[in-house]
């Protein structure tokens, strides 16, 4: 059964919500780097055994590998590190406030690179967004200026928003070049976390593993939901409603976190959280009417 935009951008939204606050029981005995490796490597041996399974191709030429290590660095490397550092110096929720810009930065490289006409409509949804998040996190910034390690910790969420929007760009290439959805996935994260695995141990981290509950179960939804589902959904959304759309993800996602962080990182509801997530929801709905015609 062909899944419909909406339950796909439903599915990512859903899980992405939730991945910040898994990703916090990553951090401990374990280097951030280290974990980003486990997990894309998991989700690598995961999807190369559906491959074969489904009868899938996961044979490559050079150039084609040459691009998909591209994307995995980018995708599933580089930003991923950044964003477990920048979770290990603010609270999961606020990395969820540079990752609001998305559907921007991403329409932005869509013109630069594939030439992608800017709308009007996706802009403004854009705009609602960024408003919208910077609303529900605001009593946060005051501390911006009193702490050196937070200001560090939001110059790594943006940076990692960039590798991000550098990893869509890669990932609509590869579809416009007509690489299977699953088998490129299968590629580039076992290329991206390989890399993962290579920068922690020349930075000087050991191959540790951390063998409790907390840590391999949140590995284990890391991997499968929020790498090979999520990223599965995403990547179909953005062949089908450009980068742009799908990017929105990243502004609705965070309205997730929000709630999951009032349970479990006691963040205070206030009335701008509430003005907040109602402009988050208007820019969604802007968003998304293209996608229900």
Request: hydrophobic share 55%; with cysteine.
């Amino acid at each position: 059964m062909r899944a419909s935009n909406l339950q796909l951008f439903s599915l990512c939204v859903l899980i992405w919500g939730t991945t910040w606050i898994a990703i916090t029981f990553q951090f401990g005995a374990v280097a951030p780097e280290i974990s980003v490796g486990y997990r894309f490597l998991l989700a690598s041996a995961v999807l190369s055994g559906y491959c074969r399974w489904r009868g899938l191709p996961l044979a490559f030429g050079w150039r084609q590998h040459r691009d998909l290590l591209v994307f995995g660095i980018l995708m599933f490397s580089i930003s991923y590190i950044l964003v477990y550092h920048a979770e290990t110096l603010i609270v999961s929720g606020m990395v969820a406030v540079a990752y609001s810009a998305s559907p921007m930065v991403n329409m932005l490289a869509a013109r630069v690179c594939f030439g992608t006409p800017m709308s009007r409509r996706v802009a403004v949804a854009a705009l609602f967004g960024v408003a919208g998040i910077t609303c529900i996190f605001w009593p946060e910034f005051g501390a911006l200026s009193a702490s050196r390690s937070m200001g560090w910790g939001v110059l790594l969420a943006i940076l990692s928003v960039l590798s991000s929007s550098a990893g869509s760009m890669s990932a609509r290439r590869n579809q416009m070049l007509g690489y299977s959805t699953w088998s490129s996935l299968a590629w580039g994260m076992l290329y991206g976390g390989a890399l993962a695995i290579v920068i922690g141990l020349a930075a000087g981290q050991p191959l540790t593993f951390d063998s409790g509950p907390g840590y391999l179960l949140s590995l284990a939804y890391l991997a499968i939901f929020g790498s090979i589902v999520a990223f599965a959904s995403y990547i179909t959304l953005i062949g089908r409603i450009g980068v742009a759309g799908a990017g929105y993800t990243g502004v609705m996602a965070p309205i997730v976190a929000l709630t999951v962080s009032f349970f479990f990182e006691k963040f205070a509801w206030s009335w701008l959280t509430t003005i907040g997530v109602a402009l988050s929801a208007l820019g969604n709905v802007l968003m998304l009417k293209p996608m229900r015609k």
